[in-house]
């Protein structure tokens, strides 16, 4: 692990394994750089793979006031530090990704995998959903955050839910609760964000996989749809998530322009 120190003095805690060109892989909610161990060692015969916790999550820092400038300065800290040409990102991740972009992270080309942008058809936001969150953080009840997050926004069912409540790794997802409110702010009011969007200039790969609902495939499209140079993927995998095994090739053949052994 190493770790670097973004534009507010907060460190950053980033994994650097493989070797070749760098790629960092951006999480999206309640996961941390040790979710990505699997696809990092998938890629790592063709890249230098960076995985990071972005800020609240795994062993990096925090403050206490919060703003979406301020991650994309912990990405940007960390592609400068590792000298990535590469960025990948999934779900909520994403935002952060374009943000950073936009703002002039030097990324050569991009990798985005579902952002859940509420397109036609998607199920409604929650209500008051940002400011939810936020009562639950406030109330030191960062469950509550997670059950709102699995069942209102996901859409989990809740007896599902409160079966995971009882389980070992409930208290980790507890543990990154609060940076729920984080990701809502991101994505702001999910709505499809046609003016960033419009402002990414890389070669961008646009991905979902072909179990993910309809809605979520037509957020994919609609976002590739918005960018200046992309194109969208359909990849064989469960919902909101492609297998390691099947992600790597896709990711080599874009950002390489070959496919791998």
Do not use: C
Not at 123 to 147: D, H, I, K, S, T
């Amino acid at each position: 692990m190493d770790k670097v120190i973004s534009t507010d003095g907060t460190e950053i805690a980033y994994d650097a394994v493989g070797s070749g060109p760098g790629l960092v892989l951006v999480a999206g909610a309640l996961t941390a750089r040790a979710y990505y161990g699997p696809r990092a060692e998938a890629l790592a015969e063709s890249f230098t793979v960076i995985t990071y916790d972005r800020r609240g999550r795994g062993d990096s820092g925090d403050q206490a006031a919060y703003s979406v400038e301020r991650e994309v300065e912990d990405l940007e800290a960390v592609r400068a530090a590792t000298r990535a040409s590469y960025g990948y990102a999934d779900s909520s991740g994403v935002m952060v990704l374009l943000r950073a972009v936009a703002a002039g992270s030097a990324f050569d080309k991009l990798a985005i995998m579902e952002p859940p942008f509420r397109v036609e058809g998607a199920p409604p936001a929650p209500e008051r959903y940002l400011e939810r969150l936020q009562e639950f953080v406030a109330a030191g009840n960062p469950g509550g955050a997670l059950e709102l997050f699995m069942v209102e926004a996901v859409g989990q069912p809740k007896d599902q839910v409160d079966g995971m409540k009882a389980s070992p790794y409930w208290p980790a997802l507890e543990a990154l609760g609060h940076t729920l409110v984080y990701d809502a702010l991101q994505l702001g009011d999910s709505e499809l964000p046609v003016e960033l969007l419009g402002q990414i200039e890389q070669p961008t790969l646009a991905l979902h996989s072909t179990a993910s609902p309809e809605w979520l495939q037509r957020a994919v499209a609609a976002a590739a749809g918005a960018m200046r140079d992309s194109r969208v993927l359909a990849l064989e995998g469960s919902f909101h998530e492609v297998p390691p095994e099947v992600l790597a090739p896709a990711l080599v053949k874009h950002f390489l322009g070959h496919r791998s052994s």
